[in-house]
Structures are given as C-alpha cells and as structure tokens.
T-cell receptor, first 114, second 112 residues
Framework: NAGVTQTPKFRILKIGQSMTLQCTQD?????MYWYRQDPGMGLKLIYY???????DKGEVPNGYNVSRSTTEDFPLRLELAAPSQTSVYFC?????????????FGSGTRLTVV | GQQLNQSPQSMFIQEGEDVSMNCTSS?????WLWYKQDPGEGPVLLIA?????ELTSNGRLTAQFGITRKDSFLNISASIPSDVGIYFC????????????FGKGTHLIIQP
C-alpha cells in the first residue's frame, strides 16, 4: 500500500519559473489537501478538495492553483515562483467519514525559490 | 482564521523523564489531534480526541480534550530516544471538510 505519494522530493526553482507538485493516493479517499510548512511553523492549508471536480481555497491560496480531475490525483501548480514560496509542501488525504483522524500525509516536497 | 497556541516551543530533557505539552485556542474545536513529525517526513497521527473531557492513551502517550473544547494536552511518560521529533497539535471543526488548523509545534530533544 503506497498511501500518499508526492513527487518530486526536492526542487530548486528560479524566480518566475513555474512547476507542478504531484500528489497521488491509492486509498480511494475523497478528501485531499495541500499544506505548506515554513521553518518553525505548523502546517497551513493552501487548497483542499472534497472530491473529483471540486476544489476550494484554504488559508494561504495566493500564488497557487489546483485541479482534481480524478479521485487519485491532486496536483498543485505554482505559476510564477517567488522566494516567499520557499517551503516544504505536504499533500494529505482522508476518507469522507473519518476526517482528521484518517489523514495520511505524504513525505513532502522541499521547494527552494532563488 | 483560527489560531492554536502550542507550548513549549522546544524541550530539552533527559532520557526517562516525563514530557508535557499543550495547545490552547480562541475557538472551539470538535476534534483535537496530536501528530509527530520526524525529519524529512510528513506528520503521523498519535492520538485523536472527539469529546470534551476525553482522556485517551496510546502506549506511553496520554492526551486530553479540554472541557471548554479550546485546549488539549499531550503527556509522554518515561521518554526514550525515539521520542525525539516535533509534536503538533491540530484542531478540526467538522469531519473531513476544510482541513486542520495546526499549532507551531513542540521540538522535543532528548539528552542521553
């Protein structure tokens, strides 16, 4: 059971470049989330999705876009990378019934924008 | 949005000591969760609490959901080296939707 898989694990971007952080889960979870974690801080919600075709903004959505064309995949897009987007990004999924206690996190993508 | 105040920020303890950390909020949560994060990994759930006043144990870990629904604590008894890591509290307003609100974490360091 792979759980939640994130790629890449590490990436360095130049200011203004774009990239997509990939996230896929094999647990047939309806809910998927993207969080960012800055040094010494907790995780902050960027976007979430309650099912295929449905996405919603979280606490810090500016500078990001998401899509949810399938249950399994929830990619996060950075269009014009900025140094403020240097962070560790975590994708998570959960089932409809269990909520937070059913969260499974990926192992993260460490992004540096220079 | 909601904010969680987690303390202490870091703890330096001797192996075998007990540990206590807590979270407080200005908002009411329906669920309190405690996670542990190891370096280079995502958070892993330790304990989930669903009812005000609930006290739940998981091995050497014990957590409580405050009566006011605005606070929670986590205790670790007889710490061992593998307890090293960052512990996060998280609150959830309703199951499955809107995501979690996280505290800033407590960094636990154990000196041999």
């Amino acid at each position: 059971n792979a759980g939640v898989t994130q790629t890449p694990k590490f990436r360095i971007l130049k200011i203004g470049q774009s990239m997509t952080l990939q996230c896929t889960q094999d647990m047939n979870h309806n809910y998927m989330y993207w969080y960012r974690q800055d040094p010494g801080m907790g995780l902050k919600l960027i976007y979430y999705s309650v099912g295929a075709g449905i996405t919603d903004k979280g606490e810090v959505p500016n500078g990001y876009n998401v899509s949810r064309s399938t249950t399994e995949d929830f990619p996060l897009r950075l269009e014009l990378a900025a140094p403020s987007q240097t962070s560790v990004y975590f994708c998570a999924s959960s089932s409809l019934r269990t909520g937070g206690d059913g969260y499974t996190f990926g192992s993260g993508t460490r992004l540096t924008v220079v | 949005g909601q904010q969680l105040n987690q303390s202490p920020q870091s703890m330096f303890i001797q192996e075998g000591e007990d540990v206590s950390m807590n979270c407080t909020s200005s908002s009411i949560f329906n669920t309190w969760l405690w996670y542990k994060q190891d370096p280079g990994e995502g958070p892993v759930l330790l304990i989930a609490l669903y009812k005000a006043g609930e006290l739940t144990s998981n091995g050497r870990l014990t957590a409580q959901f405050g009566i006011t629904r605005k606070d929670s604590f986590l205790n670790i008894s007889a710490s061992i080296p593998s307890d090293v890591g960052i512990y996060f509290c998280a609150g959830q307003l309703r199951g499955g939707a809107d995501g979690l609100t996280f505290g800033k974490g407590t960094h636990l360091i154990i000196q041999p």
